[in-house]
């Protein structure tokens, strides 16, 4: 158990679904991320939360949409997606540092958009 | 930004044998490079990590070199067992936003 916990861990939707992915964290740190892992693709970063602040990567589409309540809990949620959106989503969380991030995963949540 | 290239993609080893993945950097800004290990259906999970201030790093079967110059790292993994079978994702970067991953690579030790 590495201390971070997402719900659901799998998820079928339709595209005009709203659904919400949520992540909690134990291990009380202060930053956390939402990833997404393709079949054959790197792990790419979605959103941080750290210190208050938020970065994303500009390339994620809009449908997707972060919230950030406290240091403890992450979700994302989602909202008319598409098919190419099926992926496993990993939340992580680490402690920032300034020099070097050791992320901890959790357990991802399989989406599968039909 | 940065891009992380990993190979090769799938290395398959006998039980005993070492085990090297090695992936290639583009930014000489970053400075943390960590190596994570996922289980078919479990999470990435930290195995090792070097900082650019040091060229090599080992614990106990596994080991990371790191050639700053060259802008390339490596893991080495010693008497691989079937165990150690997973997807190796390398990962370099230079703080807590900027973290890129390679693609992978799928070990597949065979007893």
């Known amino acids: 158990e590495t201390g971070v916990t997402q719900t659901p861990r799998h998820l079928v939707m339709g595209m005009t679904n709203k659904k919400s992915l949520k992540c909690e964290q134990h291990?009380?740190?202060?930053?956390m991320y939402w990833y997404k892992q393709s079949a054959k693709k790197p792990l790419e970063l979605m959103f941080v939360?750290?210190?208050?602040?938020?970065?994303e990567n500009n390339s994620v589409p809009s449908r997707f949409s972060p919230e950030c309540p406290n240091s403890s809990h992450l979700f994302l949620h989602l909202h008319t997606l598409q098919p190419e959106d099926s992926a496993l989503y990993l939340c992580a969380s680490s402690q920032t540092s300034g020099t070097g991030e050791k992320l901890f995963f959790g357990s991802g949540t399989q989406l599968s958009v039909l | 930004g940065e891009n992380v290239e990993q190979h090769p993609s799938t290395l398959s080893v006998q039980e005993g044998d070492s085990a090297v993945i090695k992936c290639t950097y583009s930014d000489s800004a970053s400075n943390y490079f960590p190596w994570y290990k996922q289980e078919l259906g479990k999470r990435p999970q930290l195995i090792i990590d070097?900082?650019?201030?040091?060229g090599e790093k080992k614990d106990q079967r596994i080991a990371v070199t790191l050639n700053k110059t060259a802008k390339h790292f490596s893991l080495h993994i010693t008497e691989t067992q079937p165990e150690d079978s997973a997807v190796y994702f390398c990962a370099g970067g230079s703080g807590y936003s900027t973290l890129t991953f390679g693609k992978g690579t799928m070990l597949l030790v065979s007893p």
């Open positions: 070097i900082r650019s201030n040091v």
């Open positions: 939360y750290s210190l208050e602040e938020r970065v």
């Open positions: 291990l009380g740190h202060n930053a």
